[in-house]
């Protein structure tokens, strides 16, 4: 794959430790000098930084295939490198197999699903910020385990198993492939975890309860019963997508309010602020980062020669902050409107997730914001991610604050 005649050759690898310590400056200096270019890490991949490129490559799924018979590769298609993890749909399907997978994924997904779920996501956010308020300090990271309980549930795994899921996702996309915490993750955690989800599969086919896995084995695609393979094919992405963005979305508007005293007392004095606030939250943090696609034949695109089998990096982060498409990019703006940003994706993979992403999002802020109004961070014990290519945010965030009463008696603080 590897071709140095492929033009701009740029100097440029998502994964690496220079990227990890500012990648917001590593995508400007891209837009600056080259929008799009081809950088031989990896063995070799377009990066398209800009918005227009970006947006144009998203919907074009003949032109740029997420599947992984178009990447030539076991491990998942939509990112570079390719990394060990089960098949997932309908992520990396194409149109038209794809439209049949995500109409089942948008029943459990859809703001009227979001609407049912509401009650779980109110008692587990109370749960977590009570499990530390009368400590009056904490890691945050702890408290924003809310989304990853919320999934683990929702979807009808063992509840008590919700930290090992995320962290094995997490530690997946996370660290570095020649890391301890990614083996023990791929060789360990993700075989043990997926015996689980096979046998909760099975017996959701025996005996259907109220959740997700029992929904999705009484589905039909193209009139026959669904199999557990594609079952266990969108658990494992509703596991993925559901654990650490939303976390990681949070934590960094956390950490940037204690930086900006004043936007986190005017959004104290106006929760209704926090709609705004979240978009412009995903459009400048942009949990997940870049997502790749194959292209599926030789064709130039955007000034570039691309050729069939080529892999393409889409940079949602680098797109949300395209000074052509933002106005003053860098400046973080909680009243921004319109803001049209691509944290979701864009095309027909826009996230499945966003309505849940979003609510879990603005209820953990609200709650923080309420119960823990003058939290401070220790910056200087800040821990991020040691890999920002895929995911960015923080493995711990020390935070003290005035300590409070709890809510819900000590007997219903079951959190796992
Ligand atoms: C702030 C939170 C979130 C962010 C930033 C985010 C980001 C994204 C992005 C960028 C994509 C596009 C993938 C592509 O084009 O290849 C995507 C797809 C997806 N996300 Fe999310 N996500 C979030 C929350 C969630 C949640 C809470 C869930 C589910 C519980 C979820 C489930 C999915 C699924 C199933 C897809 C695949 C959709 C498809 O291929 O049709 N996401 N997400």
Redesign the pocket.
Known sequence: MSNPTRCPVIHFDHHSPEHAKDPVGAYRALRQTHKRGWTEAHGGYWVLSDYQSVFDA?RDDDLFS?TREAAGTDGLA?VIPPTPMYHHI??E?DPPE?RKY?KI?NQV?APAAVERMKEMVERYTVAFVDSVIEKGECDFTTIIGV?AIV?ID?LGLPVKDWKRYADAHRATLAEPQDSEAFRHAVEVELPALSQQMWDTIRARRQEPKDDVISFLVSQKVDDRPITDEEVFA?VD??VS??TG??A??VSQALVWLAKNPDVRQELIDDLSLLDRAVEEF?RVF???QA?ARTVTRDVEFHGCSMKKGDRVL?S?ASANRDEEQFENPDTIDIHRWPNRH?????????????H???F??KRLLQEILTRMPDYTIDFDALVPFHDQGTNVGFRSIPAKFTPGKRVLPLSEAVIG
Do not use: D, K, Y
């Not at 691509?342 to 966003?354: D, K, L, P």
């Open positions: 998203a997420s939509i309908p992520i399907v794809f995500r994924v997904t989304p999934t929702w969108m992405l509703l997508g559901g963005t939303t990681s979305l995903l942009s949990p997940t997502l889409l949602w691509v944290a979701f994706g864009i095309g027909v993979h826009r996230c499945a997730g966003s849940l992403g979003r879990m999002a």
